[in-house]
């Protein structure tokens, strides 16, 4: 029995990553994960690019934009997201782009999506007068260890995640990324004003998700 239940967790490594090996793992740990864009795993579904379908438990690590699934207690990196044709994980779709997951907001002729990345911080040092001074860490590789601790669980109290999220607009071949209204109004210039006045209207936050999908699809008449 223990022999077939490490068979399975194999094959679900291999259907998931595309290799024939487990290339990293690491067992799991209780505290604070801010490195996910979820509180906590998730079951979520896989559809292959081959056509088969597969479930796990899985989250998003925004540090290392990799897609991680447990199995027996611990984790793993999806290695091969272009293997994947899309992850439907929490109710929400992401498509591999690269080497990383971005969320879909908006299908249509024009497409909207969101990275979501963060980097990992030191908690910051006192630096006197009640201030702190952080650094960002230069270790975004998964599989280098941070005090020990892999990226994957728990970090140590001393880090913290900085999210920096960004937002992609594709239309035909072209992608086009924007962190601010500034930058969302300058992809369409001849229609600003317009498209100004609707944010206004509508109390519009670039940032919020719900808020850009009503964005994207007034723009593009969706």
Not at 72 to 85: C, L
Request: proline share 5%; charged share 20%.
């Amino acid at each position: 029995m223990k022999f077939a239940r490490s068979v399975h967790i194999l094959l679900l490594v291999v259907t998931l990553s595309g290799i024939p090996a487990i290339i990293y793992s690491q067992a799991t740990s209780t505290g604070e994960m801010p490195q996910y864009l979820l509180p906590e795993f998730r079951k979520c579904e896989v559809l292959m690019k081959t056509g088969a379908r597969n479930s796990a438990l899985m989250n998003y690590n925004i540090v290392t934009e990799k897609m991680v699934f447990i199995a027996n207690d611990k984790f793993y990196d999806m290695t091969n997201p272009d293997a994947a044709d899309t992850v439907n994980l929490d109710g929400r779709k992401f498509v591999p782009v690269g080497k990383a997951f971005y969320e879909v907001l908006v299908s249509g002729p024009v497409t909207a999506f969101i990275q979501h990345k963060g980097s990992l911080m030191s908690a910051g040092k006192p630096v006197g007068y009640g201030g702190t001074s952080q650094t960002a860490s230069a270790n975004y590789i998964s599989n280098i260890e941070l005090s020990g601790i892999q990226y994957n669980i728990a970090l140590p109290s001393d880090y913290v995640v900085n999210n920096k999220d960004v937002y992609w607009i594709r239309t035909g071949e072209k992608w086009l990324d924007f962190t601010t209204e500034k930058q969302f109004l300058a992809i369409y210039p001849d229609k600003a004003a317009q498209i100004k006045s609707f944010i206004k209207t509508n109390k519009i936050k670039i940032d919020r998700p719900d808020d850009l999908k009503k964005l994207v699809k007034y723009c593009a008449g969706q």
